[in-house]
């Protein structure tokens, strides 16, 4: 079975510092897709940064990188030059084979706040 | 520039009720999809649809049935609303890949 395991409920980060949130996930498919997902207050669901399986570098999208670590099944989100906009929840999601080729599964999430 | 659409954005109504909650994209995806989600959990797929007559249920059981007439509107109706039923529901589309998916606003449904 697939899952996603995300395992803080919650973070402070000091403005302009630098935050990595956790994620390890757990598939059999060679091949799969990770994903992170930001949630304001707001309630809509805005799409990060994705990294494939067979990706040979960690993804990067302006202040936001994903530290892949294949062996052993971890797909961190760090961001960079933290900013009181990004108090938010933060989801990872997979997709693969076994889940359907095309379904996320999400994790439980972590709730980030940015401290002035 | 939002594109996908969302409607109502609240809404509070009564139990027993039959309720349409209406989900519209202007990107020609086929992949559509609907998720169940309390606040600040996680979400659930409840509904996805590949293509125009092609729906199928998700992982979370639920009441609500959908339909994909057109491409671009994948409404989803609760013939009896309960308080159960007291939720966020988030519309999504996408193409697969490398992409991430696309969500709407969300509807946050109160049954009183």
């Known amino acids: 079975a697939q899952k996603i395991t995300q395992t803080q409920p919650g973070m402070f980060v000091q403005e302009k510092e630098a935050v990595t949130l956790d994620c390890t996930y757990d598939t059999s498919d060679p091949s799969y897709g990770l994903f992170w997902y930001k949630q304001p207050s707001s309630g809509e669901m805005i799409f990060l940064i994705y990294?494939?399986?067979?990706?040979?570098q960690n993804a990067t999208e302006g202040r936001y990188s994903l530290n892949f670590q294949k062996a052993r099944k971890s797909a961190n989100l760090v961001i960079s030059a933290s900013q009181l906009g990004d108090s938010a929840m933060y989801f990872c999601?997979?997709?693969?084979?076994?889940?359907?080729?095309?379904?996320?599964?999400f994790g439980t999430g972590t709730r980030l706040k940015v401290l002035a | 520039e939002a594109d996908i659409y969302q409607t109502p954005r609240y809404l509070v109504i009564g139990t027993g009720k039959k309720i349409t909650l209406e989900c519209s994209q202007t990107?020609?995806?086929?992949?559509m999809y609907w998720y169940q989600q309390d606040p600040g959990m996680e979400l659930h797929l409840i509904h996805y649809?590949?293509?125009?007559?092609?729906?199928e249920k998700g992982d979370l059981s639920s009441e609500s049935t959908v339909s994909r007439i057109r491409t671009e509107h994948f409404p989803l109706t609760l013939e009896s609303a309960r308080p159960s039923h007291t939720s966020q529901y988030l519309c999504a589309s996408g193409l697969g890949g490398r992409g991430g998916y696309t969500f709407g606003s969300g509807t946050r449904l109160t049954v009183v």
């Open positions: 649809s590949y293509g125009v007559n092609s729906t």
């Open positions: 999601a997979m997709r693969g084979p076994t889940s359907g080729t095309y379904k996320y599964i």
């Open positions: 990294q494939g399986s067979y990706d040979q």
């Open positions: 990107m020609g995806h086929d992949k």
